[in-house]
């Protein structure tokens, strides 16, 4: 993954579907464009984990998901402290996780 | 479609074992087989259900190796891999064998043997059935899952932490009266929840799920002899018929779902199985459910149409789930405290559920008990199978 996170915007109904698809949910079109993803947006859940997979030396992860402005909803890391339902957050990109000493770069939530 | 019957169950008790996968294979099919026996009645496939031993016990290809240790050779032999729900996934495939005809006897046999590896590892393997790119890559893993449902369910519906432990409390307790359980221990609320001590005893795992909502990591497996009619007819005793199964789909990352607390799969695949018995949800006598956390006992006690929507946790405190309450819920233990060897579970539910459909669950025994439920909950409720058993005369 790149310094982007991308949909899948399809090119017949306009729906985006995140994570990408081959077919499109709403109309079962087949065509898509890349659209970005993020922005600011609410914090719908969120949890400290600490029954963590492998590739992380840390205590806990704080884990959310967003939805973001327009409804679009994503999974991602929460940054900062205080979590709180409904929180305003905004997107950034950052290591989310470090596999076999290769950083994989995906979503953080930064509170607004 | 003809009609499919549960002639034999047996399993071995879950927990840490020394036993190689194929050993606890062996072990579980044997004790279906002789509780089913079938004296000169061959046995014409073999199903296994299995989540990680590619991964965790570096063996593939188990209904081979299963048809091998059990000398049933030139049965049909095959696997099945449906993550969390892989054993009910593998019932369905031997039930579908009996019902089209192409069968009269097969043996499904859940196994996992996962404390193998330690608990990083075994936590990864599981939580590599979420989506790779937009929710494992994050650090997703189940329990981080179901915390943010249960916080949502928790905010949304007014259950509290007190219910979740009710269905620990419960689930112990009832899992001290099955001898194949994995935890043999009785909780309490102070225990884990109230005292003092209670914030050493009872940790986050997932906020705001604690180790208490959460199952153990176990080995284990679970085997039932599903047949024929005529098959059925010539083995006389009790008789256990598969009366529906339903199940359902939803996408694969969590956060997609249009009502993230809603476990719409369990809802279709539960409807879907009451259909086809001709039965409904207040028709039932027992139900073993997919409590690999607590909450999601709640939940699906709600989906499958047991109580409305957000009612859950209050059947739950008034007792209405446990051994001697209307719909007694996980009278094992459930996978709270009989454990959950993944590829196992959905195997065990029947396993109970035919034990009690045959007045054989000593000590837990629901007086009576002719139809039964089972959920298994694969993914994150992305894939759920829904059954349901009929005793009959």
């Known amino acids: 993954m790149g310094a982007k996170v991308l949909g899948a915007k399809c090119t017949s109904c306009g729906v985006v579907s995140y994570p990408v698809r081959s077919v499109c949910p709403n109309c079962r079109a087949e065509s898509f464009e890349d659209v970005e993803i993020g922005g600011k947006g609410k914090v719908l859940t969120y949890t400290d984990v600490y029954a963590l997979a492998i590739d992380y030396e840390t205590r806990y992860l704080r884990l959310a998901i967003v939805e973001l402005e327009g409804g679009q909803r994503v999974t991602g890391q929460l940054l900062g402290d205080d979590p709180k339902l409904g929180k305003a957050v905004e997107t950034t990109i950052g290591i989310v996780r470090v596999q076999g000493g290769k950083e994989i770069r995906g979503l953080q939530f930064l509170p607004v | 479609m003809n009609p499919v019957y549960i002639a034999g169950a047996g399993m071995t008790k879950f927990g840490r074992s020394e036993w190689s996968l194929m050993k606890l294979a062996s072990v579980a099919s044997l004790s279906a087989l002789h509780h089913a026996n079938l004296g000169e009645i061959p046995?014409?496939?073999?199903?296994?259900?299995?989540?990680?031993?590619?991964?965790?016990?570096?063996?593939?290809?188990?209904?081979?190796?299963?048809?091998?240790?059990?000398?049933?050779?030139?049965a049909t032999a095959e696997a099945v891999e449906n993550g969390p729900a892989s054993g009910a996934s593998a019932f369905k495939v031997g039930c579908q064998a009996i019902a089209s005809g192409m069968a009269d006897v097969v043996l499904v046999t859940g196994v996992e043997r996962m404390r193998?590896?330690?608990?990083?590892?075994?936590?990864?393997?599981?939580?590599?059935?979420?989506?790779?790119?937009?929710?494992?890559?994050?650090?997703?893993?189940?329990p981080s899952l179901a915390g943010m449902f249960a916080r949502l369910v928790m905010d949304r519906f007014g259950v509290e932490r007190k219910h979740l432990a009710m269905v620990a409390i419960k689930n112990h307790e009832n899992g001290t009266k099955n001898p194949y359980a994995h935890i043999q221990q009785t909780v309490t609320m102070e225990g884990i929840l109230t005292a003092p001590e209670a914030a050493v005893n009872n940790p986050p795992i997932a906020e705001p799920l604690h180790l208490f909502d959460c199952c153990p990591v176990s080995d284990g497996a679970a085997s039932v002899v599903v047949v024929s009619e005529s098959v059925a007819a010539k083995l006389g005793g009790p008789k256990v018929r598969v009366a529906g199964i339903g199940q359902a789909t939803d996408t694969h990352a969590v956060h997609d779902r249009e009502d993230p607390t809603d476990?719409?799969?369990?809802?279709?695949?539960?409807?879907?199985?009451?259909?086809?018995?001709?039965?409904?949800?207040?028709?039932?006598?027992?139900?073993?459910?997919?409590?690999?956390?607590?909450?999601?006992?709640?939940?699906?006690?709600?989906?499958?149409?047991?109580?409305?929507r957000g009612e859950g946790h209050l059947a739950l405190e008034r007792g209405e789930t446990r051994l001697d309450g209307k719909l007694p819920i996980n009278p094992s233990?459930?996978?709270?405290?009989?454990?959950?060897?993944?590829?196992?579970?959905?195997?065990?539910?029947?396993?109970?559920?035919?034990?009690?459909?045959?007045?054989?669950?000593?000590?837990?025994?629901i007086k009576d008990a002719a139809i039964g439920y089972a959920c298994n909950f694969g993914g994150f409720g992305n894939n759920v199978v829904a059954t349901v058993l009929r005793r009959e005369a």
């Open chain 2, 43 to 74: 046995v014409d496939g073999i199903v296994v259900a299995n989540m990680g031993a590619a991964r965790v016990n570096r063996q593939t290809a188990l209904g081979s190796a299963l048809v091998d240790q059990l000398a049933l050779y030139p």
């Open chain 2, 116 to 142: 193998v590896v330690n608990g990083l590892e075994g936590t990864d393997f599981v939580a590599s059935l979420a989506h790779p790119e937009a929710e494992y890559i994050y650090g997703v893993t189940l």
């Open chain 2, 263 to 308: 476990l719409k799969s369990v809802r279709l695949a539960s409807e879907k199985a009451f259909s086809m018995a001709g039965v409904g949800p207040s028709d039932v006598d027992v139900a073993e459910l997919h409590d690999a956390f607590t909450i999601l006992e709640i939940a699906e006690s709600e989906a499958a149409g047991f109580f409305p």
């Open chain 2, 333 to 365: 233990g459930g996978l709270k405290a009989k454990g959950h060897p993944v590829g196992a579970t959905g195997v065990a539910h029947f396993v109970e559920l035919t034990w009690q459909l045959r007045g054989e669950a000593e000590g837990r025994q």
